[in-house]
T-cell receptor, first 115, second 111 residues
Framework: GAGVSQTPSNKVTEKGKYVELRCDPI?????LYWYRQSLGQGPEFLIY????????DSGLPNDRFFAVRPEGSVSTLKIQRTERGDSAVYLC?????????????FGQGTRLTVV | GEDVEQSLFLSVREGDSSVINCTYT??????LYWYKQEPGAGLQLLTY?????DMKQDQRLTVLLNKKDKHLSLRIADTQTGDSAIYFC???????????FGKGTKLSVKP
């Protein structure tokens, strides 16, 4: 596709359940980022992939959060034992390279609501 | 750690200029950005400036960078109702390239 695609666009889940959020980056982009945007806040960095490996996962809030990118393209953010505080918009972005390139392109986000 | 601060609200009349201000803490940031977010929409990159520049102009947008004071501003000339949105300032974290965002400034444009 032409842009970064995130699915689903909305997800409502019950507290304690497991969820997976998917990101399809722009073809050829090696760098992929996940951010979380809570209501009234700016996006907060979660994890950065360069190719298949997680180059920096320092933003993941705890061990309930995990992300993979097994073939260096599509990425999945996984949240175990969801809590109401996990409710937020999860944004994915991709770029050709992490450092040298100026622009990362963002997807529309997945709005996660934990009830 | 790195931090980006910006005022939360700005209200202007249509046709006036808007100036949105931002301060950041990481002096090693290579690029600084302005993103626009409309209700229910994703983040749209408006413009960016390289850290060795003082000013960048792009049509109605003017970015000013004071590196000594770590202060960034976005000026929108002839503000229109369609400019109503939340504007985020962001700095690029040096080693990995991820962005550090401010909380956003909500711009309201009154006709």
């Amino acid at each position: 596709g032409a842009g970064v695609s995130q699915t689903p666009s909305n997800k409502v889940t019950e507290k304690g359940k497991y969820v997976e959020l998917r990101c399809d980056p722009i073809s050829g982009h090696t760098a992929l980022y996940w951010y979380r945007q809570s209501l009234g806040q700016g996006p907060e960095f979660l994890i950065y992939f360069q190719g298949t490996g997680a180059a920096d996962d320092s933003g993941l809030p705890n061990d309930r959060f995990f992300a993979v990118r097994p073939e260096g393209s599509v990425s999945t953010l996984k949240i175990q034992r969801t809590e109401r505080g996990d409710s937020a918009v999860y944004l994915c972005a991709s770029s050709f390279s992490g450092v040298e390139v100026t622009e990362a392109f963002f997807g529309q986000g997945t709005r996660l609501t934990v009830v | 750690g790195e931090d980006v601060e910006q005022s939360l609200f700005l209200s202007v009349r249509e046709g006036d200029s808007s100036v949105i201000n931002c301060t950041y803490t990481d002096s090693s940031s290579t690029y600084l950005y302005w993103y626009k977010q409309e209700p229910g929409a994703g983040l749209q990159l408006l413009t960016y400036i390289f850290s060795n520049m003082d000013m960048k102009q792009d049509q109605r947008l003017t970015v000013l960078l004071n590196k000594k004071d770590k202060h960034l501003s976005l000026r929108i000339a002839d503000t229109q109702t369609g400019d109503s949105a939340i504007y985020f300032c962001a700095e690029k974290e040096g080693s990995q390239g991820n962005l550090i965002f401010g909380k956003g400034t909500k711009l309201s444009v009154k006709p």
